[in-house]
């Protein structure tokens, strides 16, 4: 037990031996021996952590001690806004705490539809299609649309949920090296040119916070035939001048198929949704398994989803400090001399990155203990086998809060040897 009687699962010690040749769980030995070798050299499990208090989209409590929280995608803060919280306890004693059935059957409520409503309303489309996590929307998504004999072209360092919908899927995948214009295009003018394809994009890459070319690629898909999924996970409510995404600020309105969202960031709940103009768009509900075969969402979520993206469309002071805070912390970590993911602040995720696991869990480590919360990535999550330290910004940070991050970074990142000379 940890001091505060408080502990994310545990493994058991002695667990009960079965033989080697019919142990299903044997394959995951080198996973075991790695994190118990990791412990073993006295680090926290920075996998295992849990809040135990969380008094505001930007702190909580951890291990008895007040955190400032550095690695939600809580973007632009909503978990707290009096509103959301309000729709959603309205919703709880309206309609119960839960659907108790799919989207297809009994579990579409009144408030499933102004979610959808208000999703056609955000994006100006005439389809929208909610789903009860965003990554059971790309699983469905992809895996529906494109089908046997037709492809999907995926970025390398796409979303595990994008690589396990075209896993899903009975299309060819190709996939073309990161951000590489070039490539999509040498790898789409290789495939034959009557089946269907499907290019899918995200506007930000959640490793490393980098935009992607959208512009570019978008009219590399449109020069050989396909059609375009664009996954704004990262970038709505901030990007654009309506908030829609990396395709709204790159001016590609009507350019692009289908967006893929999640409410699980900022959005501030849980939950996911496909928006798109295409006429046939409809014809989904009835084909795509990840949306029909599991319950739809509570009332409540999505009552907090639908109140939350109201307000993200006109929340433009919010925007303007999250680019400030995404801004303040790059320039601080870029200035003390430590590799950052992209040359300036290009989203809201600041990625540092380190020299090898020992390294990143030792400064993760540091932070936490100085009272900082980062995400610690590592592989298979991260491209080209890199060990990052994410820092994800809120529109509610301070810049006091971020000054302190600032300087609690230079000091962990002294004592794990990630500093310069
Ligand atoms: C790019 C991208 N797509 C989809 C998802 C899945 O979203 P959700 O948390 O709603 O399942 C994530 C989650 O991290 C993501 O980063």
Redesign the pocket.
Known sequence: MTETGLQAEALPVDPPVVPAERDLFSKFDPLLAERAALLASGVRDPFAIVMEEVRSPTEAVIRGRETILLGT?NYMGMTFDPDVIAAGERALRAFGSGTNGSRMLNGTFRDHMAAEESLRAFYGMSGAMVFS????A?LGVISTIAGKGEYVILDADS?A??YDGCKMGDAEVVRFRHNSVDDLDRRLGRLPKEPGKLVVL?GVY?MLGDVAPLNEMVAVARKHGAMVLV?E??SMGFYGPNGRGVYEEQGLEGQVDFV?G???KSVGT???FCVSDHPKFEALRMACRPYIFTASLPPSVVATATTSINKLRDAHDKRRRLWDNARRLHAGLRDMGLRLGTESAESAIVAVILEDQVQAVAMWQALLEAGVYVNMARPPATPAGTFLLRCSLCAEHTAGQIDTVIGLFGEAARLAGALPG
């Open positions: 995608y996590t965003g990554y059971q790309n979303h949920s994008i995200e959640s996954d996970a990262h893929i999640t409410f699980s849980v939950g996911g």
